[in-house]
């Protein structure tokens, strides 16, 4: 018997090479408020975090209150920034058709808004796959880490947690995939594994082409 009914992936960076065009905006806007951080502070300190819940840190380092538009200003310009062009997570696109091919349920269930998922996924070619089966944690009481996005995506699709594998790129993610009692595989093509690791992934991958195997073993 398969060990997993449900593959559910996160999006950015898991899906959608986004993470970097989101950091050059974000990098861009910090210093323009006279934080002079780099590219890779930038994705070391919020990949993973929504920069909406990140102001305050931010305004503690400034030292001065953020514009009142600040997030929304990041979030237009980051949208411009994807609608630019955004490549899938390399091999990412056969992983999923094997996965469809083998009868296997796969969802999308993301921290991020639904207009950047659905940006994206359209960019990419991905969003026929996830029709109706995305999940946004601005949509639940709770983003992650907590693990409302999950369980939200488990209950509609009618999927036991514990039958559940997520793939995640991030502490943060995994966090939130543990905590709704599912098993979690990294990925860390770009992420430190052994972080990915320490955050409570069960195991750890470099390369969507070995996912199919994982996943339906």
Same mark, same amino acid.
């Not at 974000?26 to 408020?33: G, P, R, S, Y």
């Not at 009142?68 to 990412?92: E, I, K, M, T």
């Not at 995506?153 to 997520?166: D, F, H, I, K, S």
């Not at 995939?177 to 690791?197: F, H, I, N, P, S």
């Given at each position: 018997?398969?060990?997993?009914?449900? &593959?559910?992936?996160?999006?950015?960076?898991?899906?959608?090479?986004?993470?970097?065009?989101?950091?050059? &905006?974000?990098?861009?806007?910090?210093?323009?408020?006279?934080?002079?951080?780099?590219?890779?502070?930038?994705?070391?300190?919020? &990949?993973?975090?929504? /920069?909406?819940?990140e102001i305050p840190m931010i305004e503690q380092r400034i030292g001065r209150?953020?514009?009142?538009?600040?997030?929304? !200003?990041?979030?237009?310009?980051?949208?411009?920034?994807?609608?630019?062009?955004?490549?899938?997570?390399?091999? /990412?696109?056969?992983?999923?058709?094997?996965?469809?091919?083998?009868?296997?349920?796969?969802? &999308?269930?993301?921290?991020?808004?639904?207009?950047?998922?659905?940006?994206?996924?359209?960019?990419?070619?991905?969003?026929?796959?996830?029709?109706?089966?995305?999940?946004?944690?601005?949509? /639940?009481?709770?983003?992650?880490?907590?693990?409302?996005?999950?369980?939200?995506?488990? !209950?509609?699709?009618?999927?036991?947690?514990?039958?559940?594998?997520? /793939?995640?790129?991030?502490?943060?993610?995994?966090?939130?995939?543990?905590?709704?009692?599912?098993?979690?595989?990294?990925?860390?093509?770009?992420?430190?594994?052994?972080?990915?690791?320490?955050?409570?992934?069960?195991?750890?991958?470099?390369?969507?082409?070995?996912?199919?195997?994982?996943?339906?073993?």
């Amino acid at each position: 018997m398969a060990r997993f009914d449900m &593959v559910a992936f996160d999006c950015d960076g898991v899906l959608v090479d986004s993470e970097l065009a989101t950091c050059k &905006v974000l990098a861009a806007m910090l210093c323009e408020l006279g934080w002079n951080i780099t590219l890779q502070e930038t994705y070391s300190a919020f &990949v993973g975090r929504l /920069v909406r819940d990140e102001i305050p840190m931010i305004e503690q380092r400034i030292g001065r209150p953020a514009p009142p538009d600040f997030y929304q !200003q990041f979030v237009a310009r980051r949208n411009a920034a994807l609608a630019q062009g955004v490549a899938p997570v390399r091999n /990412v696109a056969a992983a999923v058709e094997r996965l469809h091919a083998a009868g296997m349920k796969f969802c &999308v269930a993301s921290g991020a808004d639904r207009p950047k998922m659905e940006l994206t996924l359209g960019k990419t070619g991905l969003r026929p796959w996830f029709e109706g089966r995305m999940f946004s944690g601005m949509e /639940v009481a709770r983003t992650k880490p907590a693990p409302d996005v999950y369980l939200q995506a488990a !209950q509609v699709m009618g999927v036991a947690p514990e039958r559940c594998l997520v /793939v995640e790129d991030t502490p943060t993610g995994i966090t939130a995939a543990r905590a709704a009692g599912m098993t979690v595989y990294g990925y860390a093509e770009l992420m430190d594994a052994q972080l990915l690791l320490e955050a409570g992934a069960e195991r750890v991958f470099d390369d969507m082409a070995q996912l199919p195997a994982l996943a339906l073993a």
